[in-house]
């Protein structure tokens, strides 16, 4: 295979916007690509009318998008040669217009599963393309002509950044999914008017509180809207997390004083509570723990002095009780290495080393497992709609009003008795658009991550369990360095990191206005607060952002002595949202884990923080169901 070339499943929707010297905005081209494509569109423009022509490929079945015009003067035609089905609908100056191009190619390799415009579908083929110079072509000065070119290349779709002829910009946005399951809805899905529960955002936490909710009582109107227009997309995608089944047995921050283990026994319980559901939805054949968990032992190793006496008085504490049985303690090399032999050579001669394992541990895809608990919300009769952001709650006569936007369908309201924002990094800043008092001062510090990942069979052969060590000074609590069998898909891998990044977004496929959104006369001071009193983060973060990839490996090789640079890669995961606020002496200060927050009048939720989030996230679904849904509390276990 070529260098242009890569086998993968996708779905697509590309948007861009064009904007000449007159001002006039043409607005969202999105399509639809299968197969082998190299689809050039041709767009010919005055102040009076607009044209498009398209050139698509013979062996290409179905080529289908929307047009969205924007124009001060009235639009003229649209030239349609070739269009097999063509609807236009006109609104005062908007005209909305949806093509079908259709051949019936025998050589074509499938159909869509869904035809609809911007609908989801799962194909699997090779696409390539190349960058092609458009030939000189005379330019008149009221016909400004632009071609796009549709290109699928290895992990980068390439921006068109400019115009030709007199455009001033042209933004070309591509969103491409990861090989996952079919989603369970699509961006056209029927989003009904009123519902009894809105879960803005589709991650792992409405995810959760959707199925628990159905099964408690299947009556209940759910609706889940999802602004990505791809299912798992942040952070509950499985390469946006480490996918550790966090129970307490290795997460070191979890324990900072190894005589008081209350908090890691806290966490073990609320994952065995998850786990357990998990289990009671298979009995009623709803899941299939198979496809998403994984077992894999929990590891935690630590180097010098200092931290050897830490674990092992940590081990002390936790080898009594009842919750941690089974966990292990050694101080041999050997004995370490048996137990991952990744880490095989560790022991360093003026260096002492010690390591706990316990076999019961899990990694965990929760991107399979988002899905497939979002499939018992559409199963039973829920909404699971992507491509809707709501950009607005709003709260009259004890109802809430969400302003919502889909690609397809425009700006829409729809009403609901209850809400819970799940939108991961942009959770506080949905509570903040709700004007949810409780979260006044709450801030957020944006936290990025990459990691080092290998696919080698080689190596992930010597290694299937997780490896947990002490984090650097200064680090904040998600950034415990960590050694990780991975199992996505039924395919293994193993990643190490994380390694510091920077942005002000709040979402990896977020603005980098995210950040600067979140702050208000309310808690800018706790946000500043925080940074003063964590300088520590500062320098921790310089060091991290301008450490050279060399450097970087070779915090890797501290933990796998054997490891060789062309066997891994380094990627960028997901984007958190680290929460800030004043504790009870008024100081405010960096929080970890996740909080569950709930208005006074228990109509409006939502979860704040990080992890140990997703892997405890039915223990939190379950405070939240007792405090907003008191009538279905007696119904759970």
């Not at 600067?516 to 925080?530: D, K, R, S, W, Y």
Request: charged share 20%; glycine share 8%.
């Amino acid at each position: 295979m070529s260098a242009g070339e890569v086998e993968f499943e996708f779905r697509t929707v590309s948007l861009f916007e064009l904007q000449n010297d007159s001002g006039v905005q043409f607005g969202e081209l999105g399509h639809q690509v299968r197969d082998r494509v190299l689809a050039k569109c041709e767009w010919e423009s005055e102040l009076h009318d607009a044209s498009l022509r398209i050139a698509v490929p013979e062996h290409v079945g179905e080529f289908r998008f929307q047009l969205a015009e924007q124009s001060a003067c009235p639009p003229g035609e649209l030239l349609t040669k070739g269009c097999e089905a063509h609807t236009t609908t006109v609104r005062g100056n908007e005209l909305r217009s949806e093509f079908l191009f259709k051949r019936m190619d025998p050589s074509a390799h499938g159909r869509l599963r869904n035809a609809e415009a911007f609908g989801c579908f799962r194909h699997s083929s090779i696409a390539s393309g190349k960058l092609r110079e458009r030939p000189k072509a005379r330019r008149e000065r009221h016909q400004p002509i632009i071609h796009i070119l549709i290109i699928c290349k290895r992990s980068i779709i390439r921006r068109i950044k400019r115009a030709l002829g007199k455009w001033k910009h042209c933004n070309f946005l591509h969103a491409t999914g990861v090989t996952m399951a079919s989603p369970m809805s699509t961006a056209d899905a029927a989003v009904p008017a009123e519902a009894d529960v809105l879960l803005v955002g589709a991650g792992i936490m409405s995810a959760t509180l959707g199925a628990l909710l159905t099964t408690l009582d299947p009556s209940l109107k759910i609706v889940v809207l999802e602004a990505a227009t791809d299912p798992v997309t942040e952070s509950s995608n499985p390469w946006n997390n480490a996918g550790t089944g966090h129970a307490g047995y290795c997460e070191l921050n979890y324990m900072p004083n190894p005589k008081n283990g209350a908090r890691s026994r806290e966490i073990n319980k609320q994952y065995r509570a998850s786990k357990a559901w998990w289990e009671k939805l298979e009995a009623q054949g709803l899941l299939k723990l198979d496809t998403f968990l994984a077992s894999t032992p929990h590891m935690s190793l630590v180097f010098g002095q200092q931290d050897v006496e830490y674990l092992h008085t940590r081990y002390l504490t936790l080898s009594q009780d009842p919750l941690f049985d089974g966990l292990e303690y050694s101080e041999n090399p050997e004995q370490i290495a048996k137990w991952a032999p990744l880490t095989e050579g560790v022991a360093r001669r003026s260096e002492r080393i010690a390591a706990t394992y316990h076999p019961n541990g899990s990694d965990i895809d929760f991107g399979a497992l988002t899905q497939a608990l979002l499939k018992i919300v559409s199963d039973n009769g829920g909404t699971v709609a992507y491509g809707y952001k709501t950009t607005g709650l709003k709260q009259r006569n004890g109802e809430w009003l969400a302003v919502c936007k889909s690609v397809t369908r425009g700006a829409f309201t729809m009403r609901e008795r209850r809400v819970f924002a799940g939108t991961g990094g942009q959770t506080l800043r949905t509570l903040q658009k709700a004007k949810m008092p409780e979260i006044k001062q709450y801030g957020v510090l944006p936290v990025g991550a990459a990691f080092y990942r290998t696919f080698s069979e080689e190596v992930t052969a010597q290694h299937r369990a997780k490896v947990y060590s002490q984090s650097a000074v200064g680090a904040p609590p998600m950034s415990v360095p960590h050694l990780d069998a991975r199992r996505v898909g039924g395919k293994d891998a193993v990643m190490f990191g994380p390694y510091a990044t920077f942005s002000t977004k709040l979402l990896k496929h977020g603005s980098i206005f995210d950040f600067f959104a979140t702050l208000t006369p309310g808690n800018l001071t706790t946000v500043i607060g925080a940074i003063v009193r964590n300088t520590d983060l500062i320098i921790y973060l310089i060091g991290q952002l301008t450490a050279s990839k060399k450097q970087k490996f070779r915090e890797l090789l501290r933990f796998a002595p054997n490891a060789r640079p062309e066997d891994w890669e380094l990627f960028t995961a997901g984007q958190r949202a680290q929460l800030v606020k004043r504790d009870a002496n008024g100081r405010a200060d960096l929080v970890g884990g996740a909080e569950l927050v709930v208005s006074a009048d228990g109509t409006l939720a939502g979860v704040l923080g990080a992890s140990p989030g997703a892997s405890t996230a039915y223990s939190i679904m379950t405070g939240l169901v007792t405090r907003v849904f008191p009538e279905l509390a007696e119904k759970m276990e």
